[in-house]
């Protein structure tokens, strides 16, 4: 799992975005940029290619499998992305939005939003694993 982490075959953008200054943008155009060999796949509802990437409607349209899934998000959105994430069998999930406290959760609740089997495992940054959806999730969120 952790080598999905850190060398990943392909990376999905759910929230991925034309707008210039988006996350959703930013993180396609880091990885073009920054030289990642592997499949980059936005997922946007509504665009047909972002950064002259093709671009799916959900996770479950893209053709191969995902390793990695970015989560540029509102926090209201993520619950159904993850399971949607599950279902495709991703294996690392890495949540870059915001707005949990907004939404009136903390990442207790957020990780009960998940799955119940959901388990904190530690290391440098807030990881949960969520046994359900067989992903490792990195909540890179600040939650106050």
């Not at 996350?23 to 950064?51: M, S």
């Not at 540029?72 to 399971?83: G, K």
Request: proline residues 6%.
């Amino acid at each position: 799992m952790l080598d999905a982490l850190f060398r990943p075959k392909s990376v999905a953008v759910i929230g991925a975005s034309a707008k210039e200054l988006s996350v959703g943008n930013r993180i396609i155009r880091n990885l073009v940029e920054f030289g990642f060999k592997g499949a980059i796949y936005p997922i946007n509802p509504k665009a047909d290619e972002i950064r002259g990437i093709k671009a799916y409607r959900s996770i479950l349209d893209v053709p191969t499998d995902v390793d990695v899934v970015h989560l540029p998000i509102p926090a209201a959105s993520v619950p159904q992305a993850i399971e949607e994430c599950g279902k495709r069998g991703v294996k690392v999930i890495i949540l870059n939005g915001g707005g949990f406290s907004e939404a009136g959760r903390n990442v207790d609740e957020f990780a009960l939003a998940i799955g119940s089997a959901s388990k904190p495992i530690g290391l440098n940054a807030t990881l949960w694993f969520a046994a359900r959806q067989s992903a490792l999730v990195v909540i890179r969120a600040i939650v106050r």
